[in-house]
DNA sequence: TAGATTTTGTTATGATATAACAAGTCAAAC
DNA sequence: GTTTGACTTGTTATATCATAACAAAATCTA
C-alpha cells in the first residue's frame, strides 16, 4: 500500500505528543480560517472564531455542551442554539469535522484542501487521528458506483488502540 | 477492484425492493439467531426476539425509540431501559448493528459470519444495504498498522443516492 | 439613512441514551 | 424441591445531544 497521500503526513500525529507545539496548529487553522472565510464571503463573527478556537485547544473531540459551557464562561450566551449555530458553520465552512461515533468536533487541519475527514479514535485515550487515504476514496467510490451508488459523503471512523496505549497496555502486563 | 467477497452478493439489495420477499429475510434472520444464541448460550428472551424481529419488518434502520413504541404497543414495558437492553445485547451477539450516523439499527443479514458493517445510505429514500468489501478491510488495517495503531472496530457509512433515486431525480428533469 | 439580510438572543421542546436500585425469573447445586 | 446465585426485567429519574420558532440586534447595501 502506498502512502502518497496529500496532507497524510502533515497532520498524522497525536495532539498530545509532547514534540509539537499545538499553538502553532491553533495559529495556523485560525489564519486558515479567517482567509477562506474571506475569500469565501462567510463572516467569522467573535463566537464562532472563538468556538473554533476552543475546538482546536481541546486535545479530544469536543461535545456541544462542552463547547457551550467554555463559551458561557467568556460572556457569550449559554443557550445551546448559540453553539450548534457556530458548529454548523464551521462544519459547513469545512474548519471542523463531527467524529458521529463521539457527537464530538474536531478542528480539521486541512480545512483549504476539499477531503473527506477519516479519523482513527483511540478507545483508550480517546485521542483522535485525522487521516487521507486517496486509495481508500478512490475504492469506495468505485464500490459504491457498482452498486449504481453515487457517492456524496463518507463518515470513516476507525476505532482501536493507539501505539503509544498499546506500549502502555505492554507494560502493564510485564 | 474485484468483488468476489463472502457474502456481498447475498444482501446486496434494497429492502423495498419488489423482487423479493422481505418475510424470508426475517424467518432466515430469526433463525439464525435462535441458533447463535442456543450455540454462545445465551437467552433469546421474549422481547429481544420481538425486537429484532421489528427490527427486520422495518424497511429501513429503526431508531431506538419507534422501536419502543412498537413494543409498548405490544404490552412490552415502555421505558427506555427495556429497548437499549434489548438493543445492546442484539449488538453485543452481533444480530444487527447500529448506523452512527443516524441513530438507528438495522438487522444484520450476516450474523453467523464475522464481520464489519459497511453501509450504503440513500440521503434520499433512505434505504440502507450493508456490503462487505475484504479489500476495504484489509487496506484499512494496514493502514492503521503503519501508524501503530491495532484496530477494532469500523465504522463505515456512505451516503449519496441510490440507482433508484438516482432514476428518479433524472425523470424529474426530463 | 432606509430597507434587506444575516446573525444572535431567548424560550421551549424534541430526541437519544444511561444511572441506580428494586423485583422477578430461571436453572444448577444442594 | 428448596436454596442459591446469575441473569433479566421493572421503575424512576436524569443525563446528553439537538432543533423549532420567533423576537431583537447587528451588519451590509443601496
Ligand atoms: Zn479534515
Ligand atoms: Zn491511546
Ligand atoms: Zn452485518
Ligand atoms: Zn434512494
Redesign the interface.
Known amino acids: 500500500?502506498k502512502?502518497t497521500e496529500p496532507h497524510q503526513s502533515e497532520h498524522?500525529h497525536e495532539h498530545q505528543s509532547s514534540s509539537h507545539n499545538h499553538n502553532d496548529c491553533i495559529d495556523s487553522a485560525l489564519a486558515t480560517a479567517e482567509t477562506l472565510c474571506v475569500q469565501q464571503g462567510q463572516r467569522l463573527t467573535k463566537v464562532r472564531r472563538r468556538a473554533l478556537e476552543l475546538i482546536w485547544e481541546s486535545h479530544r473531540p469536543l461535545g456541544a455542551y462542552q463547547l457551550l459551557a467554555k463559551l458561557a464562561e467568556e460572556g457569550f450566551n449559554s443557550a445551546p442554539p448559540t453553539v450548534y449555530r457556530a458548529l454548523d458553520f464551521l462544519l459547513a465552512a469545512g474548519l471542523i469535522h463531527k467524529v458521529?461515533?463521539m457527537n464530538a468536533y474536531l478542528g480539521c487541519a486541512h480545512a483549504d484542501k476539499a477531503h473527506k475527514g477519516y479519523f482513527?479514535i483511540?478507545?483508550d485515550c480517546h485521542n483522535v487521528?485525522e487521516?487521507d487515504?486517496q486509495?481508500?476514496h478512490t475504492?469506495?467510490i468505485?464500490?459504491?458506483a457498482?452498486?449504481?451508488?453515487?457517492?456524496?459523503?463518507?463518515?470513516?471512523?476507525?476505532?482501536?488502540?493507539?501505539?503509544k496505549c498499546?506500549s502502555k497496555a505492554a507494560g502493564a502486563i510485564a
Open positions: 500500500m502512502t498524522e458521529e461515533s482513527l483511540c478507545d487521528m487521516f487515504y486509495d481508500i475504492a469506495l468505485a464500490k459504491a457498482q452498486q449504481g451508488f453515487e457517492l456524496r459523503a463518507e463518515t470513516i471512523e476507525l476505532t482501536g488502540l493507539c501505539s498499546k
